[in-house]
């Protein structure tokens, strides 16, 4: 019998509550893995109550919680109250969603879960109480260190349509292009393509490396970055006997016969390979964490502090999210 997922509760005043009790509602018409969720039950209770929603909870320990989930969503309790309404964060959100990202990767550590599965941050909230990281990405590969060499993170969007990585991420435009070198697209594809072996068992990924200039540069015309730097990179990963083709122009990469031929995109920037991804699966897309000793996933949308308690939230994505996790956490078959 595997072990259930960590779902942390993210932001308290966000969407991370109404997702999370709208997944548990359709666990068995999405034939969706144990879960539970670490945070506040009291708020969570009081959220399913504004909402209208009949989901009964039981306080847990993870040992507990794959025996109650058909019956009720189990809490762990993340050891900090939320006291914040929908939309409107407040002191106790920051030290929440914190101490809920703490307990889950300690629950996978100690083979207690089976994958950390987190809710949306919202990362200003964090900034104003002292959070000294970009996000969650940062953050899950500090607490995977623990003391040692920080692995480096390497965030893949997927979804069934279409899985996309970027080799800079959250950087202005300006600053990812001076970061940009041939041993950071080396390195990250290295670390996608052991992923995609170990984590979803495909034996040999097909890698697509856009360029980054329009027309993949053209030869140096359009800018000389594609040439003195996306080539090199693909030579080099080539010479691997990695399945790696570029750098191509990312305005033909996306459409559906230039999928066929790729199990994931490679784009020098966020925009350029978020843009596609969320065009052509925004309800359904995961963002994963590669390159960590545990398997992490999340909702590919933000806290929506908006339709926070409204009853219009879409739990679509992490559903998504929580299938992918078990997916990855499970021995890929032969």
Known sequence: ???????????????????????????????????????????????????????????????????????????????????????????????????????????????HASAVVTNPIAKSVLTRAGFAHPGHTEFLAEL?????????????????????????????????????????????????????????????????????????????????????IVAPAIATLRADGLDVRGPLPADTMFHAAARAHYDCAVGMYHDQALIPLKTLAFDDGVNVTLGLPFVRTSPDHGTAFDIAGTGRTNPNSLIAALRLAARMAAPPTA
């Not at 009291?42 to 109550?49: F, I, K, P, Q, S």
């Not at 929603?53 to 040992?63: K, R, S």
């Not at 995977?144 to 435009?173: F, I």
């Open 1 to 111: 019998m595997g072990k259930p997922l960590a779902l942390t509760m993210g932001e308290p005043a966000g969407i991370g509550p109404d997702i999370a009790l709208a997944a548990w509602l359709r666990r068995n018409e999405e034939t969706l893995p144990p879960f539970y969720l670490i945070g506040d039950r009291a708020a969570l209770d009081e959220r399913a109550a504004r909402l209208g929603l009949g989901v009964p909870t039981a306080d847990a320990a993870p040992a507990e919680a794959e025996s109650l989930f058909a019956s009720a969503l189990p809490v762990v309790d993340a050891g900090v109250r939320a006291t914040a309404t929908p939309g409107v964060p407040d002191d106790s959100s920051a030290p929440l969603a914190i101490a809920a990202i703490r307990r889950a990767v300690a629950d996978v550590e100690a083979g």
């Open 144 to 228: 995977a260190a623990r003391g040692g060499p920080t692995p480096r993170p390497v965030m893949m969007l997927w979804s069934e349509t279409l899985a996309v990585v970027p080799v800079t991420v959250h950087l202005p435009l300006r600053q990812a292009i001076d970061m940009l070198s041939a041993e950071l697209i080396v390195e990250t594809v290295r670390i996608l393509v052991a992923d995609l072996k170990r984590r979803l068992g495909i034996a040999k990924p097909r890698i697509a490396v856009a360029g980054l200039n329009p027309h993949a540069g053209e030869d140096g015309t359009l800018g000389c970055e594609d040439r003195d």
